[in-house]
């Protein structure tokens, strides 16, 4: 194990670095925890219990030394933040663009490092069964995520207003030569950089991806 935690947040090639004037990034294929589901995150408890599920699994593998198991290859760090595909059944390339959040399709998800295997996974399953009988965690599995070829850009304010912001997102993308590469494959990701919950509306800080090619 290394001495210094790992943030992936002050690393440039993880891909949460976004700045308000949006940029081209090629991302490498990353593990995360996710969880699928649909409807409104706003009013849903299936997706509060989704994101309590993610936050208890990603916190179990991040605290496994303590309880006397230690991963091959693991470090300390800090767990990275909530992120989330996005999609409609039947316009993938409009979800940034309606408030009508019931018809949302998502996919919730969090990071973990390199040294989080299968095995680590489900130990972390067992943990989380025994600490929290309610959560369901058959609903939560490890997938490898290749994003590829995207653009992003900071959206700093209330999720409602994210429009405008997909727009100038879009217009660059068109702008650089691109083109928007949403698909039942490909979806629109948002990245979750402080908590809701903790932080006023007008201080959210987003960031908005589209993969593109």
Known sequence: MTSQKVDFKKHPRA?????????IIELSPSQ?????????????????QAIELLYALSYAIKMSP????????????VVPPLEGLWWLENDDKQIGMTLNKNQFNWRAMIRQPDFVTQEV????????????????????????????????????????????????????????????????????HEIYLNDPRRTAPEKLKTIIRHPIK
């Open 121 to 188: 996974f489900n130990h972390a399953l067992l943990v989380v069964s025994e600490k929290k009988s309610d959560l369901e965690i058959s609903r939560a599995s490890l997938v490898t995520f290749s994003e590829g070829l995207c653009a992003q850009i900071l959206h700093i304010g209330n999720y409602d207003n994210e429009p405008d912001t997909i727009k100038c997102l879009d217009e660059f993308i068109k702008s650089s030569g691109y083109t928007v590469d949403i698909s039942n494959i490909r979806r629109h």
């Open 66 to 77: 303590k309880h006397q198991y230690v991963p091959n290859g693991y470090f300390d760090y």
């Open 32 to 48: 995360f925890i996710k969880v699928d589901g649909k409807g409104d995150p706003n009013t849903s408890a299936d997706y509060q």
């Open 15 to 23: 891909g949460y670095q976004a700045k308000i004037k949006p940029a």
